[in-house]
């Protein structure tokens, strides 16, 4: 019986706290040596490494290789003159379309001639010639930067 009640004072809460935190810090001390020892095993000289930087290398060169550098610039090209072609046909047709619309209206003007209609009418055509070209600058501007 004497050894069941030193049994119990041994094993308190201090003692056991003490005890879990001993097993805690084993347990710490073993993940850490693991962890430090796999990544030495990974990368155990510098040998190694330059032999990985090569390997490296060697795939960047083999795959610069492979990559069709005439097909991707004559691509750029063709993409290019595209472009070019697509902002003149835009262009002649606004100027067409804008020929077409004063033609119409001066024909239309010709049908009333009296000094009022016609002042209105040169008026007309200052401002559709300025909107013209304040349009015309703004794509000039923007195309160049």
Not at 99 to 113: E, G, I, Q, V
Request: charged fraction near 30%; aromatic fraction near 8%.
């Amino acid at each position: 019986m004497e050894t069941l009640h030193a049994l119990k004072l041994r094993v308190s809460f201090k003692n056991a706290t003490i005890l879990v935190c001993l097993f805690n810090l084993i347990t710490a001390l073993f993940l850490f040596q693991g962890f430090f020892s796999a990544s030495s095993r990974r990368y155990p000289s510098n040998h190694s490494n330059s032999v990985q930087l090569r390997h490296i290398k060697e795939y960047e060169d083999i795959r610069r290789a492979m990559q069709p550098l005439e097909l991707i610039r004559r691509v750029r090209e063709i993409e290019q003159e595209v472009y070019a072609e697509s902002e003149t046909v835009l262009h002649k047709e606004t100027k067409q379309t804008t020929a077409f619309d004063l033609s119409k209206r001066l024909n239309n003007s010709r049908t009333y001639s009296d000094a009022t209609s016609l002042k209105a009418l040169e008026e007309w055509r200052k401002r559709k010639m300025d909107r013209a070209r304040q349009r015309e600058m703004k794509r000039n501007a923007t195309s160049f930067s």
